[in-house]
C-alpha cells in the first residue's frame, strides 16, 4: 500500500496534468491558426484577463479524478485562481512555454510545479 504523502503527490501530478486538458481544445481548432489563438490565449492568462480566457473556453471543462468540472463561465471565474495559479504558475510559464504538437488535434504545453520548478519530467499542467 503506497503511503498517503506518495498518493497525494501524484494526484497532485494527475489532477494538474489533466486540469485543463479541455480548456484549449474545443476553440483551438475552430481557429484555422492554432499559433495566433495560442498566441492570443497566453496573452491573456499572463494579463491576467479573466474575460478574454473565459470566452476562448468551451464549457464544460471536464476535470480529471474526481475533481468537479468547470460547468461555466461564472464557475470558471470563481475558480481561476485554483486552475491557472495552484499548484502551478501557468501566468509565469507561459511567457517562455511552447506548445508541443502531439497530434494533428493536440498540442500541449508543459508548466511546472511551484515547489519544484526545474523538475520538468513531472511538469503538472498539459494545456491542450
Given at each position: 500500500?503506497?503511503?498517503?504523502m506518495?498518493?497525494?503527490?501524484v494526484?497532485?501530478?494527475?489532477?494538474?496534468?489533466?486540469?485543463?486538458?479541455?480548456?484549449?481544445?474545443?476553440?483551438?481548432?475552430?481557429?484555422?491558426?492554432?499559433?495566433?489563438?495560442?498566441?492570443?490565449?497566453?496573452?491573456?492568462?499572463?494579463?491576467?484577463?479573466?474575460?478574454?480566457?473565459?470566452?476562448?473556453?468551451?464549457?464544460?471543462?471536464?476535470?480529471?479524478?474526481?475533481?468537479?468540472?468547470?460547468?461555466?463561465?461564472?464557475?470558471?471565474?470563481?475558480?481561476?485562481?485554483?486552475?491557472?495559479?495552484?499548484?502551478?504558475?501557468?501566468?509565469?510559464?507561459?511567457?517562455?512555454?511552447?506548445?508541443?504538437?502531439?497530434?494533428?488535434?493536440?498540442?500541449?504545453?508543459?508548466?511546472?510545479?511551484?515547489?519544484?520548478?526545474?523538475?520538468?519530467e513531472?511538469?503538472?499542467?498539459?494545456?491542450?
Amino acid at each position: 500500500m503506497k503511503s498517503p504523502m506518495v498518493i497525494r503527490g501524484v494526484r497532485r501530478r494527475t489532477w494538474l496534468a489533466g486540469i485543463l486538458v479541455l480548456l484549449l481544445f474545443p476553440n483551438a481548432f475552430a481557429q484555422t491558426d492554432f499559433s495566433a489563438f495560442w498566441k492570443k490565449f497566453k496573452s491573456a492568462v499572463i494579463a491576467g484577463d479573466k474575460g478574454a480566457v473565459v470566452e476562448m473556453t468551451k464549457f464544460p471543462v471536464s476535470m480529471p479524478y474526481s475533481v468537479k468540472s468547470v460547468k461555466n463561465k461564472e464557475d470558471f471565474l470563481r475558480r481561476y485562481n485554483e486552475i491557472f495559479k495552484g499548484e502551478a504558475n501557468a501566468a509565469q510559464c507561459f511567457t517562455s512555454g511552447k506548445p508541443r504538437k502531439e497530434s494533428t488535434q493536440r498540442y500541449e504545453v508543459y508548466c511546472p510545479f511551484k515547489n519544484t520548478p526545474n523538475d520538468w519530467e513531472n511538469a503538472p499542467i498539459r494545456f491542450i
